[in-house]
């Protein structure tokens, strides 16, 4: 599976910017994707996931109601709307997909493919 992300740039704090993540390759492997951030100086960590079959998303607290993570079955893409973005939120965002859900959905998850980061910069 190889994943393509784009959309990352900077912007202003409370304004809002939409990444896409193209999937191609095997991407019956994927049965669930999602975003990864890692900021300078910390770890990489969850944002979003979303089930392929059933739509079904799961957030990390930090993004909840701000952050909204669908999917465009026809074009094997997934799309992350942030809102509201805070400086806190500038990082290397990064695609993710696994062919098991349950790996999207764990207490920390660890997808198998990764796509190339985004960066996305928000200023105060």
């Known amino acids: 599976v190889q994943l393509q992300a784009s959309g990352g740039g900077l912007v202003q704090a409370g304004g809002s910017l939409r990444l896409s993540c193209a999937a191609s390759?095997?991407?019956?492997?994927?049965?669930?994707m999602g975003w990864f951030r890692q900021a300078p100086g910390k770890e990489r960590e969850f944002v979003a996931g979303?089930?392929?079959?059933?739509?079904?998303?799961r957030y990390a607290d930090s993004v909840k109601g701000r952050f909204t993570i669908s999917k465009d079955s026809a074009k094997n893409t997934i799309y992350l709307q942030m809102n509201s973005l805070k400086p806190e939120d500038t990082a290397v965002y990064y695609c993710?997909?696994?062919?098991?859900?349950?790996?999207?959905?764990?207490?920390?998850?660890?997808?198998?493919?990764w796509g190339e980061g985004t960066q996305v910069t928000v200023s105060s």
């Open positions: 993710t997909a696994d062919a098991q859900i349950s790996t999207m959905w764990a207490p920390s998850p660890r997808p198998t493919y």
């Open positions: 979303i089930s392929w079959r059933s739509s079904m998303t």
């Open positions: 390759g095997r991407t019956l492997s994927s049965s669930a």
